[in-house]
């Protein structure tokens, strides 16, 4: 509501107020966020500013319990109406719930004279309740008497009295909420929930995260059906084998609530559609055209009344449903459109679409799905679609065909139908379906296939596990009996045992003990791809056990082989580690140019593990060379891809905590950091536990959370201690440390992990990277210690040698410890030239958290703010009244950003940290700030201030 109406005695909701139109209040959707939270936020600030917003959404996306939590929030009277279909039927159906006496017997509400004391009566009455918010639910069924009588009471009765939010079962715009609200209102779309809200809901059911890309395509974000499977998941997964989650296409089959629900939403298009629908719920992109030639002649009209009823989404720049391809809105209503034929009728319908697809490899699944019982003829003809299909880089169709081909086979083919088997559960495991790998193992496991046929099914399930490895050791131990003595399949099972050591447990020994017993068996077996595979793994924990001259020489044995990247996976070829090892060695320009250079060959070969690697490594990249956009886009690009295929998401949300801390916002990385460590704690992720760990310690040190960066780092030693692991310049944790040991004034720790990085960082070029790093670390102990002439130069060569690297992050990072020191002996000039070079460099690499923060740096310097604090907007702080009635309290600027620290939860330390004061300065300024306002600690102090922005 207006600024006026929410002062004085008037009620205000939290976060709303006044302020200027922003993108998010105006007429289009005020939400846009990623998750439940933002859209909250959206509607309550909206309704603060408007007093007028219309929500609206598809059939359960949640419209309702976002009326409910903002009328939830609001302080003052709440009047509530909600409405069933049929509602619109009856005249003053929504009046009778304000009044019973609204319409008594005999009322004439269509007489205009009666219609007028109507309106006269209830805006009277809503005028005396004020202030009071009207909350008006399902507006699709509100009748139109009530809806004229309401609306005008809403154009009559001041703003600042009479607040209203209306939800509309609608995905376009809410026309009838709008003409209810008076043609203009805010308005907030409630928006299908993101893998992120997924991960939270999931978490609250102690449910692991790894479930989140499933259980997203499965509800399609419909936070209704969401809410379902979250509960009717707990059960399954106590029940369910291998590492208790789902991926595959009917991963998530048999929830019955789930169902019920996917059938009530189908329910709301008619009946003489759901024929249509359930020929494009068996198609792979149905369109108009494609659903025309399989029989369905009204098929462009069906679709375009299914889109606009939310149930089918069609592409955004189509004008209409011919326009493209169209997909369901939720798998579970794509499944329930398929269960209203029998049996019988969807094999029918795959005919239909058998003839009708243009794609070979489609119209052999549908052929195949047509059949039932076993068919030799369309079996082969099946499993070569399935080989097309892994040619076309399309792995997750290659494992349904060759699924499908051993279904067809027939039991005196058993060998055959083994095979099959054993080959759909690899292909599942390069489209991270673990479900179907596990599927196909246990069938050839059952059917007592020949033990080539075992270890491959059985070592494709582990592959399939991605980082979630810890419950693996039953399938490897299985292909170790199956195995035997065959040097080829030993080979092929010491190879999982090795990357199962380095990434459940980090015994990066054990790990190299198994590659090298991999190699050797490979290399008798005569296999050049596994003994490659092999020295690749040897190469890559010899390297983490700090042997860069061995892991260098394994590598180029490796190489020597001439193995393609693509016979391998990429992920796991020579080439691909050389990459890694550029850019642990700082050759951030070396191994850019050889990661695009794998980028075709692992898009072409369609594993989804080896694309998201890549991806990852290229935004880490980017963003070590300044490149701060493209870090975001390539971090993107691997959620996506991580999302598609449900890879642990762990180690995707690292990268993007990595390149949102370059380019994006420190919240946001922060915000993912969490969300990689808890992930890659759930999965017993030991390795990306600890990257996690160090990417949030980093982040807290930055944001001035010294106390809590100390914290996240000895957590990092202590799991590193027993590790093994010895090369500083992958596991890069160390610098960042001494950084934040030193700035707590813990010298003698610092200094230890200084003499640790001394002992294994070496001349080698490879280290010239951690040599900087620490030269960096180093110079802020010095400062700490008093010797700011000798910090200065240090800081001086390091910044020289970061430019020389193309670090231009790093670079100014490196100037703003500079500028601080510069600052804290009052050379203020130097520490200005410092920050203005260091906000050169971050500005043209897109580096916005380090604008930010050097931006607020020359601004305190000179006495200015950088950024709106004001309540007005101005960028002006207001002097602070006491809220006690006695005279206006008068902060300086940096007594004001002294009471932000505090009463944000920073500790002395960390305060002095920001202020480049000591922490007895700090204590000296506190005192005379509760002497000012008339508090006697920091908890009165936050009471007192909360009021002084609002």
């Keep these: 509501m207006s600024a006026t109406a929410f002062g004085g005695p008037a009620p205000r909701i939290p976060g709303g107020g006044s302020g200027g139109d922003g993108p998010d209040d105006g007429q289009g959707s005020g939400a846009g966020g990623d998750g439940w939270d933002d859209l909250v936020g959206a509607a309550v600030r909206l309704v603060g500013r408007h007093g007028r917003v219309a929500v609206h959404g598809g059939w359960g996306a949640g419209k309702s319990t976002l009326v409910d939590t903002v009328c939830g929030r609001w302080t003052g009277r709440v009047v509530r109406l909600r409405h069933r279909p049929g509602d619109e039927h009856l005249p003053g159906s929504a009046l009778v719930q304000l009044d019973a006496g609204f319409v008594p017997d005999g009322f004439a509400v269509t007489v205009p004279a009666d219609r007028l004391r109507l309106r006269a009566r209830v805006a009277g009455m809503l005028r005396e309740m004020s202030p009071v918010l009207l909350a008006v639910d399902d507006v699709q069924w509100l009748d139109p008497i009530s809806a004229d009588v309401l ?9 600042g009295l009479l607040g209203a939010v209306t939800a509309e079962r609608t995905v376009r715009w809410p026309a009838r909420s709008a ?32 479930w989140s890309g499933a259980v997203l395509r499965h509800c399609g974000g419909n936070r209704a059906l969401l809410a379902a499977c979250c509960e009717g998941l707990v059960p399954l997964v106590q029940q369910r084998p291998v590492t208790g989650r789902p991926s595959g296409r009917h991963a998530l ?25 359930r020929v494009a719920s068996l198609a792979h992109r149905p369109d108009s055209d494609l659903l025309h030639r399989a029989g369905c002649p009204e098929a462009y009209e069906h679709l375009a009344h299914a889109v606009r009823a939310g149930v089918l989404i069609a592409p955004e720049d189509a ?7 169209v997909r369901f809105a939720a798998r579970a209503l794509a499944d329930a459109a398929a269960r209203t034929g029998s049996a019988a009728e969807r094999r029918s319908d795959h005919a239909a679409l058998a003839g009708a697809v243009t794609d070979p490899m489609r119209a052999a699944r549908h052929r195949a799905l047509a059949v039932e019982g076993v068919d030799r003829p369309t079996a082969q003809d099946t499993a070569r679609a399935a080989a097309t299909a892994r040619e076309a880089g399309d792995r997750a169709l290659a494992a349904e065909l060759l699924l499908l081909a051993a279904r067809l086979t027939p039991p005196r083919l058993a060998d055959l139908r083994s095979r099959r088997l054993a080959e759909a559960a690899e292909e599942a495991a390069a489209a991270g379906d673990v479900d179907a790998a596990h599927g196909a193992a246990r069938r050839v496991v059952d059917d007592h296939g020949r033990p080539a046929h075992q270890v491959r099914a059985l070592l494709a399930v582990v592959d399939a596990c991605g980082q979630d490895l810890a419950a693996t050791e039953s399938f490897l131990a299985a292909a170790r009996g199956a195995a035997r003595d065959d040097p080829r399949l030993m080979a092929a099972v010491e190879l999982r045992a090795s990357v199962r050591a380095n990434v459940a447990s980090a015994d ?48 180029e044995s490796a190489l020597a082989l001439g193995v393609p990247p693509g016979a391998l996976g990429v992920s796991n070829s020579p080439e691909y580690l050389a990459a890694r090892h550029a850019v642990f060695d700082g050759d951030l320009p070396r191994a850019r140019a050889a990661l695009l250079e794998l980028l075709p060959l692992a898009q072409a070969a369609g594993g989804a593990e080896g694309l998201t690697d890549l991806c990852r490594s290229l935004a880490e990249v980017e963003a070590g060379l300044g490149a701060c956009a493209g870090a975001l886009a390539w971090a993107e690009r691997a959620r996506a891809h991580t999302r598609e295929a449900n890879l642990s998401p762990g180690p995707a949300w690292y990268t993007s905590a990595l390149a949102h801390g370059c380019g994006g916002s420190f919240d946001r990385a922060l915000d993912y950091a969490r969300r990689a460590l808890h992930a890659s704690r759930a999965e017993g992720d030991v390795l990306h536990t600890a990257r996690s760990l160090w990417i949030t310690g980093v982040l807290y040190l930055h944001g001035g959370r010294i106390e809590a960066a100390v914290a996240v780092f000895e957590e990092i030693g202590d799991i590193e201690g027993p590790s093994g692991a010895g090369d500083p310049a992958v596991l890069r944790w160390r ?3 001494v950084e934040a040991f030193a700035t707590a004034g813990m010298l003698d720790r610092a200094y230890g992990l200084l003499a640790e990085l001394d002992a294994t960082v070496t001349r080698d070029a490879s280290h010239a990277m951690v040599r900087v790093t620490a030269s960096r670390a180093r110079a802020v102990c010095l400062a700490r210690e008093g010797d700011p002439d000798r910090a200065v130069e240090l800081l001086d060569g390091a910044a020289a040698a970061f430019a020389s690297m193309g670090r231009p992050v790093e670079q100014g990072r490196t100037l703003l410890a500079l500028g ?27 580096a916005h958290p380090w604008s930010g923060l050097t931006d607020g740096h020359l601004a305190r310097l000179s006495g200015t703010t950088v950024a709106p604090v004001g309540a007005d907007g101005t960028g002006v702080r207001p002097a602070a009244s006491r809220g006690d009635g006695g005279p206006t309290v008068q902060l300086t600027e940096r007594e004001r950003h002294l009471v932000d620290l505090v009463t944000g939860g920073s500790s002395n330390p960390e305060a002095a940290h920001q202020l480049f004061v000591s922490r007895k300065t700090v204590e000296a300024m506190l005192s005379r700030i509760y002497r000012k306002v008339g508090v006697r600690n ?5 009471a007192r201030t909360g009021s002084w922005d609002t």
């Design 735 to 737: 610098p960042d440390a």
């Design 253 to 277: 089959d048999g929830l019955r609530r789930v169902e019920g629900l996917a059938e009530a939403w189908l329910g709301t298009v008619p009946e003489g559609m759901l024929r249509t629908l």
């Design 508 to 555: 990066f020994d054990r790990s190299f003990l198994h590659a090298t017993r991999s190699a050797a068996l490979a290399r008798t077996a005569g296999d050049d791809g596994l003994h490659a595979a092999a020295l690749t793994m040897a190469a890559r924990t010899a390297r983490l056990l700090g042997r860069p001259g061995e892991a260098r020489a394994t590598l």
């Design 820 to 846: 601080r020191i510069e600052r804290r002996r009052r050379r203020v000039g130097a520490a200005k030239a410092a920050w203005e070079e260091a906000a050169t460099l971050f500005g043209a690499a897109a």
């Design 179 to 210: 003409d209810l609200l008076g043609g203009h209102p805010a308005v907030v779309h409630v928006s299908p929930a993101g893998q992120e809200e997924v991960c939270d809901r999931l978490e609250a059911h102690g449910l692991s995260a790894r």
């Design 151 to 159: 609306g005008y009471a809403l154009r009559t009765v001041d703003r």
């Design 938 to 942: 920091r908890t009165e102090l936050a």
């Design 319 to 325: 004008a209409d449903a011919r326009s493209g391809t």
